[in-house]
């Protein structure tokens, strides 16, 4: 069965802490993603990546950092966390299949800061 | 750039009644459309996949519709049950943008016993 876990399902942190979140899948996938959710924004792309070693920047960057140094591991930081970083974060997975492409989810890590 | 709209944010029915969930998405340019659930506090689950070139999909009580020329898709919801609440998502797979997705804001579905 697919699997995609996170480390934490819960964060607090001080504002300026640096802040890291994991994100591991056992399905051999090529692309990685983190996403940030929050009412009435709903969900928006982090990072990407697509292969060990390489990432892309997504529509809210600002403020974050990734690494993926093996394949099935990618990580999420905030360099110096700050308040307006309060929010739900999310990791997906996928494998590239064109048309029937789909992205398995992790639960989630909601993380405040303070 | 792309742009997914689900209306009504919110939507509150009784047990048995069928519904419809609409999404509707600016550029007809895609590779897919996916129907998402996700239950307060947790991450997202696949319902449907459709393909491009495909009209509908089913999955039991689920049923989701494409039409790629109007941009818009339809989540059926046959006999709805309490268990059935959650909030469900539409996104798209953008044509040639590596992998990633367009996500609308979801609609939080109430379905009261």
């Known amino acids: 069965d697919v699997k995609v876990t996170q480390s934490s399902r819960y964060l607090v942190k001080r504002t300026g802490e640096k802040v890291f979140l994991e994100c591991v899948q056992d399905?051999?996938?090529?692309?990685m993603f983190w996403y940030r959710q929050d009412p009435g924004l709903g969900l928006r792309l982090i990072y990407f990546?697509?292969?060990?070693?390489?990432?892309e920047k997504g529509d809210i960057p600002e403020g974050y950092s990734v690494s993926r140094e093996k394949k099935e591991r990618f990580s999420l930081i905030l360099e110096s966390a700050s308040t307006n970083q309060t929010s739900m974060y999310l990791c997906a997975s996928s494998r590239p299949q064109g048309v029937i492409e789909t992205q398995y989810f992790g639960p989630g890590t909601r993380l405040l800061v303070l | 750039k792309q742009e997914v709209t689900q209306i009504p944010a919110a939507l509150s029915v009784p047990e048995g009644e069928n519904l419809v969930l609409n999404c509707s998405f600016t550029d007809s340019a895609i590779y897919n459309l996916q129907w998402f659930r996700q239950d307060p506090g947790k991450g997202l689950t696949s319902l449907l996949l459709i393909q491009s070139s495909q009209r509908e999909q089913t999955s039991g009580r689920l049923n989701a519709s494409l039409d790629k020329s109007s941009g818009r898709s339809t989540l059926y919801i046959a006999a709805s049950q309490p268990g059935d609440s959650a909030t469900y998502l539409c996104a798209v797979l953008r044509d040639g943008a590596n992998s990633k997705l367009t996500f609308g804001k979801g609609i939080t579905l109430s379905v009261r016993p």
């Open positions: 990546s697509y292969d060990v070693k390489m990432k």
């Open positions: 399905m051999d996938h090529e692309n």
